[in-house]
């Protein structure tokens, strides 16, 4: 299996800045963890950042694997990084 690349973790760790304990970042917002989980978290959760990173990558390796099945082309990992990023993304909303 491909690991994931390195520069699409960091890019998402960068933006999302990790959080320790669960915080809405609005009102209307669902409860928000680490880099940016919000699936299965509650008021009052807390994680670590080696929980929080380990997440990251397991999580960013199942959207890899649904990206690669679906890619004709074998993409470089500048474009496979972006594609990562925006389905990261894309499933935050």
Partial sequence: MRPVPAKAV?????WEKFRSVAYKPLPTDPWTIGY???V???EGDQMTKSEAE????RELAEYQQQILAVCKIEP???QLSAM???AYYRDWE
Avoid: E, H, Y
Avoid at 54 to 57: A, D, Q, S
């Fill in 10 to 14: 960091a890019f998402i760790k960068d």
């Fill in 36 to 38: 940016g989980f919000t």
């Fill in 40 to 42: 299965g978290v509650k």
């Fill in 54 to 57: 380990m997440r990251l990558l």
């Fill in 76 to 78: 470089n990992d500048a």
């Fill in 84 to 86: 990562l990023s925006l």
